[in-house]
């Protein structure tokens, strides 16, 4: 029985073999108090270490073209990969290139995932693009963007 | 001659860019149905599960029925007709309001009107009714008729710096026109079923909202006076708002700009 | 402080073993940036947001979120899982000041 489980187990971190970096990269590092700034360019950099980014239709992206408000701004991300061990995404990244921190959200994925997706509501401080940027397991970076205009409401 | 046709065109270019403007303005569909979708992941969906915990410690569906002199299997078709004439209390009161007396009934603390607890009661106690029918009936009795009454002149009554009423923005009239950026709702409309959709979530203030509440919050930013949450006129005022929507389907808890 | 409330919904409801669903995770928080400003004191609210969501399947990690300030109040975070059987599905999420909360749902294929 505890041999089995022990195997189980080594099977388990076998399949494993792809971990998500434990390791806090730059694109990762936040300040404790906050608030976090960082600019849209030292944001990419950050995340692709200088690489290149390459838009892509690999990579679509569902946003509202007029959000009726700047606090809630649906999001939806899905990128074209058969997430298979060999060939998947790494990482999605969200940016919202005109807002103080530009960075949103970092997603690190994993081939159990089956999909590369992640969906989110964002605020959004006024009109501008966000951004998703693709961290393929080949090490390629690639991208999307869409502008979002944010109207200011009505009555309160 | 010369500054005719520069006008004309100038007036032209006004005409075209309205036009544009106004495709900016609007939301497409597919935008619409973005949010429509936000429906489904609600956070006020929490709130309501806090309700849940909150009404059963304190009050429970027994009690709550026995308060208001129904069966507990007909609390949901009950909660549909609220405001109501409830006996213990001798007049009309708003959901809300029938919680405080429960409360009070329990020998529990009773929260303000505008507390979360309140809130979130209300909000539970209401989703009771989802898939019912907004079914308040303002001639049930004098104290109703008296109410509906009321409820019409509030909203109809001009007041504040600006001389505005409720019904310079809300009535079928305004259906197109627009404050700022946003639609104008006709509270009467079916797609915007307004009683039977509060409590709602604000996304613009990331919390749970009340009708009355809401209306408060018109108030404010058209400059007229606050009506005092559970005053007579403003009971009397979501009397006229949710008679405006009978027959509309309850969904709570609704999601708002 | 309360403890943070959490909602986990799997989509659709039924779903069999290879078949892969969605996760949405929705937490109530107030996402403060920062730099909103206490309306009465004018002093500026600190920043209080959660900052890191795990997902993990049978206590296997399959997707970690490093969050900011950006996404909207009481947050939802969705992605998709391929089921690859009867498990528990944990999500872990913790804020900047630490206050962290542990969610979980069992994942029952049909079929």
Redesign the interface.
């Known amino acids: 029985m505890e041999r089995r489980s022990f195997l189980k187990g080594f099977g388990a971190a076998a399949a494993c073999a792809i971990a998500i970096p434990q390791v806090v990269s730059a694109a990762d590092e936040k300040k404790n108090g906050g608030p976090n700034e960082m600019s849209y360019e030292t944001a990419v950099s950050a995340i692709t270490g200088g690489k290149a980014l390459v838009a892509s239709a690999k990579v679509k992206m569902e946003a509202p073209e007029i959000a009726e408000n700047g606090a809630v701004v649906p999001v939806k991300i899905t990128v074209d990969s058969p997430m298979s061990e060999k060939d998947y995404v790494k990482a999605i990244h969200v940016l919202a290139s005109k807002n103080g921190n530009v960075r949103c959200a970092n997603i690190y994925l994993t081939p159990a995932n089956g999909e590369a997706y992640f969906g989110t509501r964002i605020k959004l401080g006024g009109t501008q693009d966000v951004v998703a940027i693709a961290e393929m397991s080949d090490g390629t970076f690639l991208s999307t963007k869409q502008n979002v205009k944010v109207t200011i409401g009505g009555c309160g | 001659m010369r500054t005719l046709s520069i006008s004309a065109a100038l007036v032209c270019l006004a005409l075209l860019s309205s036009v544009h403007a106004e495709e900016k303005l609007s939301m497409s569909d597919a935008d619409k149905a973005m949010y429509a979708e936000l429906l489904e992941n609600n956070p006020a969906e929490m709130e309501v599960g806090e309700g849940e915990q909150l009404f059963n410690s304190l009050i429970g569906s027994a009690a709550y029925a026995k308060m208001l002199g129904v069966k507990e299997k007909d609390l949901p078709k009950t909660i549909a007709g609220f405001p109501r004439y409830v006996e213990p209390a001798k007049k009309v009161v708003t959901l809300s309001q029938s919680l405080q007396m429960a409360l009070a009934n329990q020998g529990k603390e009773v929260s303000k009107l505008e507390s979360p607890e309140i809130i979130k009661m209300t909000a539970y106690i209401k989703s009771l009714a989802n898939g019912q029918k907004t079914s308040i009936d303002v001639k049930a009795n004098a104290h109703m008729k008296e109410m509906m009454a009321l409820g019409q002149q509030v909203f109809e009554e001009r007041r504040g710096g600006r001389g505005l009423s409720c019904n310079n923005c809300h009535s079928a009239d305004i259906v197109g026109q627009r404050l700022r950026m946003q639609p104008l709702p006709d509270l009467g409309a079916k797609v915007t079923a307004a009683a039977g959709t509060w409590p709602a979530y604000r996304m613009t203030q990331g919390q749970m909202v009340t009708l009355d509440k809401r209306m408060q919050q018109c108030m404010e930013n058209a400059l007229l006076a606050k009506i005092p949450l559970g005053s007579r006129e403003m009971v009397a005022l979501e009397v006229y708002v949710t008679n405006k929507t009978k027959g509309n389907a309850i969904q709570i808890p609704g999601l708002k700009r | 402080m309360a403890e943070m409330?959490?909602?986990i919904?799997i989509k659709p409801k039924d779903y069999k073993a290879g078949d892969?669903v969605?996760i949405?995770f929705?937490a109530?928080h107030?996402?403060e940036?920062?730099?909103r400003k206490n309306k009465d004191t004018g002093e500026l609210i600190?920043?209080n947001?959660i900052?890191e969501v795990k997902f993990s399947?049978?206590d296997?990690?399959?997707?970690?979120?490093?969050?900011?300030?950006?996404?909207?109040?009481?947050?939802?975070?969705?992605?998709?899982?391929?089921v690859?059987g009867a498990g528990t599905l944990k999500v872990v999420a913790k804020d900047?000041k630490g206050q962290s909360v542990e969610s979980t749902t069992q994942i029952t294929p049909k079929g």
Request: aromatic share 8%.
């Open positions: 409330k959490t909602l919904k892969i969605k949405d929705m109530m107030p996402m940036t920062g730099m600190p920043a947001y900052d399947f049978n296997k990690l399959i997707t970690k979120m490093v969050i900011w300030e950006s996404l909207s109040v009481n947050p939802l975070m969705s992605i998709s899982f391929k690859p900047n």
